[in-house]
């Protein structure tokens, strides 16, 4: 009988591939990596997310968010959590009314092989509660899944490379994707994506993993302060 076969190619880092032992077999060493004995799937951990691999990372977003309280969605949550509701009560005509949660940011963190399905509901989740603000990590892995998606949703995305900093350390091997989505603002952009102040920062995240003592904190509490900034004006 014809079987139906979904083959998915994935770009993993080159350092990985070193660890994994390809790069040693070839100059016919066999004692690293899967030749070693350890497990090739231990090699690809697209079922991880990133707090499973570096719970550290936790803390450095709840300190720049301000949001001590912070804590991730699991898979079940995104469905409801995500988009801003939990529980709820019948009304006087017996309509089911959801209760919205008090929480201001939500913390995505999905494994890379199931991004695909949280940046679907954070997509949802964007338009019916337009006065949260998202924070979605995902480490490098499968990204043609997801990436457009979350590129499209998201106000600004930036990388966190490996070794940058110690909660995300050299042997991670694939960089740290993160997607900020801001709330909307109560006048004129409205959205901030393509906005000159989320542009002028952008640059300025992207550079600052690359100098040493770069301080990162005083940016992401710029764009998380934004949308409050241009309602002041």
């Not at 994935?10 to 497990?39: F, K, N, Y």
Request: with cysteine.
């Amino acid at each position: 009988m014809p079987t139906l076969v979904q083959l998915q190619v994935i770009h993993v880092a080159g350092t990985r591939m070193i660890s994994q032992g390809t790069d040693g077999l070839l100059r016919g060493c066999l004692i690293e990596g899967v030749m070693a004995g350890t497990p090739m799937l231990d090699f690809i951990p697209l079922h991880l997310s990133a707090l499973d691999r570096q719970p550290t990372l936790l803390h450095w977003i709840r300190d720049w968010t301000q949001c001590r309280t912070l804590t991730p969605l699991s898979p079940a949550d995104w469905f409801v959590r995500g988009h801003g509701t939990h529980g709820g009560s019948y009304d006087a005509h017996g309509l089911w009314v959801p209760a919205a949660i008090s929480d201001t940011w939500l913390l995505w963190d999905p494994p890379p092989a199931a991004a695909d399905v949280a940046v679907e509901e954070l997509m949802f989740s964007r338009h019916k509660r337009n006065h949260l603000n998202h924070v979605f990590i995902v480490p490098r892995l499968a990204t043609h899944l997801w990436r457009k998606k979350l590129y499209k949703t998201s106000d600004i995305v930036f990388e966190v490379p490996p070794g940058a900093r110690s909660f995300w350390p050299l042997q991670e091997h694939e960089p740290l994707i993160i997607g900020l989505t801001l709330r909307f603002a109560a006048c004129s952009p409205w959205q901030l994506r393509q906005s000159p102040p989320i542009l002028a920062l952008g640059r300025e995240l992207q550079e600052v993993w690359q100098a040493e003592g770069g301080d990162e904190w005083s940016l992401l509490r710029k764009l998380s302060e934004l949308p409050g900034t241009l309602e002041s004006l």
